[in-house]
């Protein structure tokens, strides 16, 4: 029994979606015209509609907001060329149905202008400025018409004297929404590219913190969060990665001699040397200083060396503007290969340890962990 109320709903409104919210809106609407009905047939027992005039919108009244529900809550208003909650539409249909309504309802007519309103008013949320504008208008010209007619037909339950109060009025309103759609459409605007600047700006936030300024490497912290994903993953498949150190040669004296400005050049041009050389699914990280660690998922030894030797002679042949023709950047490199998820900071060691090797064996080398 518990779950009546969910499949209830669920045959109501649909499954959870864009659909269901759109499907959700009209429900309120299908129940305010049985309401308003209910309403109308009081009237009739007072005697202020006649009973014949009464039936046929009623009718039209139901009739048309179940359609409304039929079309949205079966999915077709998704393959209509129209805006897929058919806002204006159903705001037309209302429109139509009020002033149908003032035009008999007679002594208690003024009562049908304020809903007109109520629903002129929600076009301003729901559209935008323009389309609001034109509704807004459409309500106005439909209502002033049964006015002027009503007034023409020298109807006593319609005294012209009043129904010019009543067009006075609604002029005033439609009015006021109108400059009150221009406003809430700035309102929106102004949400909207506070939105977009937010967005903007939480990339930023994201950028820096996980990026290497520099570089535009993954910084360390990042870097070990996808050493943690990856690894798990590799022991899940049951296979090895592959790690890499790389430390610059010589890099202090780069600074000393030629001055940080160039030590930075250096720094980014390894770094996008590097990236251009491994490969799509491999991942490059500055780990501190002129240190660089490199990720080579599903990558054993001999491979990762042949990647590493890659960007060894890539390095050699890079060009630096402003710097003596000889100058030429290397570094050393330590490999390991991480089996286990719980094995990363130990092969990250063993990587490093293999790197100081490389350098103690003079340099400009590659280095596998033991």
Request: glycine share 6%.
């Amino acid at each position: 029994m518990s779950k009546l109320p969910e499949i209830l709903i669920h045959v109501l409104v649909g499954p959870p979606g864009k659909q269901r919210v759109r499907v959700s809106q009209t429900l309120p609407v299908l129940f305010i015209f049985v309401l308003f009905a209910f309403v109308q047939h009081v009237e009739v027992l007072f005697g202020l509609i006649d009973a014949a005039a009464s039936m046929p919108l009623t009718l039209f009244n139901l009739s048309g907001a179940t359609l409304f529900y039929l079309v949205i809550r079966s999915g077709l208003n998704e393959k209509l060329p129209l805006e897929p909650s058919l806002t204006v539409p159903q705001m037309v249909f209302c429109l139509a149905a009020l002033t149908w309504s003032y035009a008999i309802t007679g002594p208690a007519r003024g009562a049908v202008m304020s809903i007109m309103m109520l629903v002129l008013a929600y076009g301003m949320f729901a559209l935008r400025p323009s389309d609001a504008r034109r509704v807004a208008l459409l309500g106005f010209g439909m209502l002033s018409f049964v006015m002027v007619y009503k007034a023409l037909l020298a109807d006593q339950r319609y005294d012209p004297h009043v129904e010019l109060v009543h067009f006075a009025f609604a002029a005033i309103v439609t009015g006021g929404v109108a400059m009150l759609a221009d406003r809430f459409g700035q309102v929106r605007r102004h949400l909207s590219e506070q939105k977009a600047e937010l967005a903007s700006a939480l990339d930023r936030i994201q950028a820096l913190a996980t990026r290497d300024v520099l570089t535009g490497l993954l910084n360390r912290r990042a870097m070990l969060e996808q050493l943690e994903r990856q690894s798990s993953e590799q022991e899940r498949r049951g296979v090895p990665m592959c790690l890499a150190v790389f430390d610059l040669d010589h890099f202090k004296r780069v600074n000393d001699e030629l001055g940080h400005a160039m030590g930075d050049r250096v720094l980014q041009t390894f770094a996008r040397v590097a990236r251009d050389e491994v490969r799509g699914g491999d991942v490059l990280a500055r780990w501190g200083g002129e240190e660089f660690l490199l990720m080579m998922p599903d990558t054993g030894a001999s491979v990762a060396w042949h990647c590493v030797e890659r960007i060894h002679r890539a390095m050699h042949s890079t060009f630096f503007d402003q710097a003596p023709d000889d100058f030429v950047v290397t570094f050393s490199a330590g490999l390991a290969i991480c089996q286990t998820a719980d094995d990363v900071e130990a092969a990250i060691d063993r990587a490093d340890q293999a790197m100081y090797r490389a350098k103690a064996a003079g340099r400009n080398r590659t280095e596998l962990a033991g």
